[in-house]
């Protein structure tokens, strides 16, 4: 397999990047610079270039680190204790803990913006987020609809407990999460039974508000099964949860589901559904796309008018390893209806990477502009000259990123990569998503996998798969099939520096140099 020396580096940068022990700088109550923290690496920078000296920036997320999944540490609460102005992307990109940490540790007269969110104000360009659900049975998650703020107080911060209380059927019922290492979350076990007096505690996951999960469900033997779910709502951590509602929902296992829904049932089968909590009316429904979009596209069903199905064709073998032990012994057989999407990935419906279109990236620095002098009004010249001059580097970064992928042969403008990251990019520079690896992720990746990422590669004859190299440990199927095929792997940023990429306008350019060397043939 060729690889391209950038990515070799690239990849030994961000090993570095992540393992190194020099400890993050502190914030502190300093009489003349504004103290600010970010949760990402990207953000600090953009902070850096309208602030300059007049600033300390500091992230929550290390570089090298992946915002999705990072835990934030005693020293990441500290230094939001000193930050006057806290800036996260939010849209539901950083890990929960994360936002948890910011939004709890922040003095009350700090100034705290989602730049996802505000930067539309400003003209930023927002595109729903569109997942690969390239599965042969339904996707089944678990969503709360709706903010929960007028009904239970609830904020960013505040937790939704989707809680399995009973389960009836002929075997055992689980529900689960693969994560990018192949650790498992075991978050539903009707094995060991329901415990009311902890509250379900054994048997709950918790989703902030306005979020979607991906879930694996495993049944060990065929029939028909009920699952009961309760929703509430924490609004904050020292709250009583509030009840939302209760339901049931019934799965036909490796059974023909006409036989046990009525005339007028909806079967699902295909798509995309989630078991969701709709804290705008306080109730459990069901909320199904059969050609496997998200919310906006999902159609809402009473649970009593709904069949899940689970195919025949879901069954398949428990895989060896101590991490799965709690579904029965290796090689036992198992009907299953596997998670989309590798990794614990809670997600909303915008996708979050707006930054990859370098004009929301100027959106936000117009923003990080005015907040900056909203904090220190003092500076607020020093603010405008370098935001101005900033701007017009962005500017010249837009037009030399799309001047840079127009250059690549039309036919050959098509990305495969292992992260759902790209979308802004490829919108704004006319790049076809031709894919993302998503294989099963409680086995190791099927033939069929295989087959179906070496028939986009063959058909379309793409010339190179790009990786992030901080992602590089989850990315073994799609280098192997690179590898097989004779094409180049070649590293892309999405969301987080290395010592070789370490500004926004660096990232940006060292994609588009990337996307023309390695694909135009």
């Known amino acids: 397999m060729r690889r391209p020396v950038a990515l070799a580096a690239a990849l030994a940068a961000g090993v570095l990047a992540v393992s190194g022990c020099a400890p993050k700088p502190l914030l502190s109550a300093h009489p003349d610079r504004l103290q600010v923290v970010t949760t990402t690496g990207l953000l600090r920078d953009l902070v850096r270039q309208v602030g300059g000296d007049r600033v300390d920036v500091v992230s929550l997320v290390p570089d090298g680190a992946d915002p999705h999944s990072y835990e934030p ?99 055992q019922v689980y529900g689960y999460l693969t994560g990018t ?39 060990t033997a065929p029939g028909v099964y009920t699952v009961t779910l309760q929703a509430r709502v924490q609004a904050d951590a020292t709250a009583r949860p509030q009840p939302v509602g209760e339901a049931t929902f019934t799965f036909a296992v490796g059974v023909n589901p006409a036989d046990v829904a009525g005339p007028d049932a909806v079967v699902l089968n295909q798509g ?11 109730v459990l429904e069901v909320r199904y796309d059969p050609e496997g979009g998200g919310e906006h596209t999902q159609v809402a069903y009473a649970p009593e008018q709904v069949v899940i199905d689970v195919p025949a064709k879901a069954l398949a073998e428990i895989p060896a390893g101590q991490q799965f032990t709690f579904l029965g012994r290796p090689g036992t057989q198992i009907y299953q209806l596997p998670q989309a999407v590798l990794g614990k990935h809670v997600h909303g419906e915008i996708d979050p990477h707006l930054w990859q279109n370098v004009r929301n990236g100027m959106a936000y620095v117009n923003l990080i502009r005015d907040t900056l002098i909203g904090a220190d009004p003092a500076g607020a010249r020093d603010y405008a000259a370098r935001a ?76 190179a798969v790009f990786l992030e190299p901080n992602l590089a440990a989850r990315a073994s199927t799609l280098t192997e099939v690179a590898g097989e095929q004779g094409i180049a792997v070649c590293a892309i940023y999405g969301d987080t520096f290395d010592a070789t990429v370490t500004s926004y306008v660096q990232m940006m350019r060292f994609n588009a140099d990337s996307l023309r060397s390695c694909l135009s043939g």
């Open 388 to 463: 101005s001059a900033y701007l017009d580097e962005l500017d010249a970064t837009d037009t030399y990123v799309r001047d840079t992928i127009a250059q690549i042969p039309e036919r050959n403008r098509h990305l495969v990569t292992t992260h759902d990251a790209f979308g802004y990019l490829a919108h704004a520079y006319h790049v076809h998503i031709a894919g993302f690896v998503t294989p099963n992720p409680a086995t190791e990746p099927s033939m069929a996998d295989r087959r179906k990422l070496t028939e986009t590669i063959r058909t379309l004859k793409v010339p």
């Open 73 to 171: 540490t005693l020293r990441d609460a500290r230094n939001v204790v000193y930050a006057d102005v806290a800036f996260s992307n939010y849209a539901l990109l950083e890990e929960h803990g994360i936002i948890k940490t910011l939004d709890a540790n922040l003095r009350p007269d700090a100034v705290n913006v989602s730049l996802a969110e505000e930067a539309v104000k400003y003209a930023a360009e927002i595109i729903p987020l569109v997942e690969n659900v390239n599965l042969d049975t339904v996707w089944l998650g678990l969503r709360a609809h709706g903010d929960g703020a007028e009904r239970y107080g609830a904020t960013r911060t505040s937790e939704v407990l989707l809680s399995a209380i009973a389960a009836t059927g002929p075997g």
């Open 272 to 282: 995309h559904a989630d078991l969701t909590a709709n804290l705008a009316d306080g």
């Open 181 to 219: 290492f192949g650790d498992t979350d075991v978050y539903f076990n009707s094995s060991d039974g329901f415990d009311a007096a902890t509250g379900y505690r054994d048997d709950t996951m918790a989703l902030p508000a306005d979020a979607h999960t991906h879930l694996s469900w495993a049944f």
